[in-house]
């Protein structure tokens, strides 16, 4: 998924980063002039919806912040006027905006760079929107995958039965058997999900949301 970037972005020298095996990609990038000196963060769900506690980063040469999202998904930060964009005087081009933006990490998302104010000018903003890196598999192919490599762990194993966890609860309701797997978790579409593998088929369910709302049965082909 290649980031929107408006054109008076690009005119400044902002640009988009993309981190190999990112899980967060930048959705969008916005230059709005005439109404703040802050940086606008907005991180969605593959659902469309706001996600909230996301950790924002926001760096430049002399430092850091952190915040996390609201319960709207949205943070922002205030630009320092020392934190210019050089301009070039004869095509208007600029170069150099000190900062930069991702959410979570480095190496988990796709970084916005060089950002900051043009020299001589006040009041601008940029405009960010993050969501999940779309993935190239399906979330079935993909907790099909690494089911195979926790089945392949556990081999010769006693898995022992908790009657009382969620995963096991759900399998026995659709029968499916004995588990094959101990639980395991993974990360897919930013959404941590807890899985196990059984003779029929695989539970999960997205952390720490035990309900069948947030839980998907995929049963073996």
């Given at each position: 998924?290649s980031?929107?970037?408006?054109?008076?972005?690009?005119?400044?020298?902002?640009?988009?980063?993309?981190?190999?095996?990112?899980?967060?990609?930048?959705?969008?990038?916005?230059?709005?002039?005439?109404?703040?000196?802050?940086?606008?963060y907005?991180?969605?769900?593959?659902?469309?919806?706001?996600?909230?506690?996301?950790?924002?980063?926001?760096?430049?040469?002399?430092?850091?912040?952190?915040?996390?999202?609201?319960?709207?998904g949205?943070?922002?930060?205030?630009?320092?006027?020392?934190?210019a964009?050089?301009?070039?005087?004869?095509?208007?081009?600029?170069?150099?905006?000190?900062?930069?933006?991702?959410?979570?990490?480095?190496?988990?998302?796709?970084?916005?760079?060089?950002?900051?104010?043009?020299?001589?000018?006040?009041?601008?903003?940029?405009?960010?929107?993050?969501?999940?890196?779309?993935?190239?598999?399906?979330?079935?192919?993909f907790?099909?995958?690494?089911?195979?490599?926790?089945?392949?762990?556990?081999?010769?194993?006693?898995?022992?039965?908790n009657?009382?966890?969620?995963?096991?609860?759900?399998?026995?309701?659709?029968?499916?058997?004995?588990?094959?797997?101990?639980?395991?978790?993974?990360?897919?579409?930013?959404?941590?999900?807890?899985?196990?593998?059984?003779?029929?088929?695989?539970?999960?369910?997205?952390m720490?949301?035990?309900?069948?709302?947030h839980?998907?049965?995929?049963?073996?082909?």
């Amino acid at each position: 998924m290649s980031a929107k970037i408006d054109e008076t972005s690009k005119k400044w020298g902002v640009t988009v980063y993309e981190t190999p095996n990112a899980l967060w990609a930048v959705d969008s990038v916005k230059c709005v002039l005439g109404h703040t000196m802050n940086i606008y963060y907005q991180v969605l769900g593959a659902d469309g919806k706001p996600r909230v506690d996301v950790p924002c980063m926001h760096f430049w040469p002399d430092g850091q912040l952190v915040q996390k999202t609201n319960a709207n998904g949205e943070t922002n930060f205030t630009m320092g006027i020392a934190g210019a964009i050089h301009v070039d005087q004869e095509t208007g081009v600029g170069r150099d905006g000190p900062y930069e933006a991702f959410v979570e990490s480095r190496d988990k998302s796709e970084v916005v760079r060089g950002m900051g104010i043009p020299v001589g000018l006040r009041d601008v903003e940029f405009q960010l929107m993050f969501k999940p890196k779309q993935p190239e598999v399906t979330l079935q192919e993909f907790m099909r995958r690494e089911a195979t490599k926790e089945i392949a762990n556990a081999k010769g194993h006693k898995i022992p039965i908790n009657s009382d966890a969620w995963l096991y609860k759900c399998a026995r309701k659709r029968k499916l058997g004995s588990p094959r797997s101990y639980e395991f978790d993974r990360e897919f579409g930013g959404i941590t999900y807890r899985i196990q593998a059984y003779q029929g088929g695989l539970v999960l369910a997205e952390m720490g949301k035990w309900d069948a709302a947030h839980t998907q049965v995929i049963v073996n082909r």
